[in-house]
Structure formats: structure tokens, C-alpha cells
């Protein structure tokens, strides 16, 4: 194992201003939508498999700081999302009830959104559009993230975050929710109805 070396620091007393330049663009609601992408082709998603717990996924999420993880089955395929926002909703519980389960006994498949109720931006869209359109895509479909697909080669290359446009522009984006079954609007009207 290579041997690791502390880096000298200094203290910050003298120093007052924050350094500017190529890549601090201001983002607008008119900066280019893939300015936001996280590329999966730069930057590999957190994935985890079917099987796992969603008190694992949730360490998880934890330890690497973000939102969503990745489900893959094990061929590796895509299956699905998970997403802070599932793990938190009266969805878990109630599905651990109708199971008979403990919160901790449930598996990922048991609350993921699988791909099959999943809709996707392809990239040359979201290459051409802005993310005012974005956040209006969003919007229309009651979702906190949306997948970037390529058509080309049938792959997913990239997550957008609803939490990263609200960081990057620096105001607070209102997504509401959309429920996808009687279970989920029960969900949204009575556990987690409050905007995003």
C-alpha cells in the first residue's frame, strides 16, 4: 500500500476573497440543462443491488452524500431508483406492514420506483434545452430526478437532480409530487404532501 503523506496548511487570517473565473459562470434558468447532469460517464452513480436492505441503502446514501442510488440486479442490469425521498415517505412502513415485515427486514425491491414507472430526458434533449425547461420537466412529471438517456446505445448516462438546479441557482425549487398508485396519494395527501 502506498504510503500517504499529510499536506501542509496554512492559517486563513489574510485571506478575504473568493477566487473567480473559467467554470463560475452565474447559472440562470437559461444556462445550458446539461450544466446540471451528474454524467454517469465522469462521475459513476452510487448502485446497489435488489437485495440489499434499505437500511443499508440509506448508510449508504449517508456516507457518500447524495439523494438517489442506482438499482441493479445481479447481472448488473438497471432495475430502478431509490430515493431519499421513497426511504422517508410513509411508504416504507406501510409496505412493511402489508408484508409483515420489520422496517429493517425490507429489501430495496420492496420501495424502489422500478424503470418500468420510470420516464427519462434523452441526452440530445436535454443538450438543447435549458434548465428552465429542466425544472418544467420536472414539474410535469411530479418528480425530484430524472434520468438522461441514450437513445443510441439503450444506456443511462446520467441523473438530474431537482436539489442540485436549487443549489446551483441558489433558490428553493417547489417540485409537488406525483402519486402513481392509490397508495401513494394517500402518501402525498396525509405523510409527505408538503412541496419539495
Known amino acids: 500500500m502506498k504510503n500517504y503523506h499529510e499536506l501542509k496548511t496554512i492559517g486563513l487570517e489574510d485571506y478575504t476573497r473568493l477566487a473567480a473565473g473559467a467554470g463560475h ?3 440562470s434558468l437559461d444556462s445550458p440543462a446539461e450544466t446540471v447532469m451528474t454524467d454517469f460517464r465522469q462521475i459513476p ?22 439523494r ?9 442490469d438497471f432495475r430502478g431508483i431509490l430515493t ?45 434545452g435549458t434548465i428552465g425547461d429542466l425544472l418544467k420537466t420536472l414539474r410535469n412529471e411530479g ?5 438522461v438517456v441514450d437513445p443510441a446505445s439503450h444506456e443511462i448516462c446520467g441523473i438530474i437532480s431537482a436539489s442540485e438546479i436549487a443549489r446551483r441557482l441558489q433558490v428553493p425549487v417547489e417540485i ?6 392509490f397508495r401513494d ?8 404532501g408538503e412541496a419539495v
Open 185 to 192: 396519494l394517500v402518501d402525498a395527501l396525509f405523510g409527505r
Open 68 to 76: 438517489s442510488v442506482i438499482v441493479t440486479d445481479s447481472s448488473g
Open 176 to 181: 409537488n409530487l406525483q402519486a402513481s398508485s
Open 84 to 128: 431519499v425521498i421513497d426511504l422517508e415517505s410513509r411508504k416504507v412502513l406501510s409496505q412493511a406492514t402489508s408484508l409483515g415485515l420489520k422496517r429493517d427486514d425490507l429489501s430495496i425491491k420492496d420501495v424502489m420506483v422500478s424503470r418500468d414507472k420510470l420516464r427519462g430526458v434523452p441526452l440530445s434533449a436535454l443538450q438543447q
Open 143 to 147: 418528480s425530484m430526478h430524472m434520468l
Open 45 to 66: 452513480p452510487l448502485t446497489m443491488s435488489l437485495t440489499e436492505s434499505v437500511s443499508d441503502a440509506t448508510q449508504a446514501m449517508r456516507k457518500v452524500h447524495v
Open 25 to 27: 459562470e452565474i447559472t
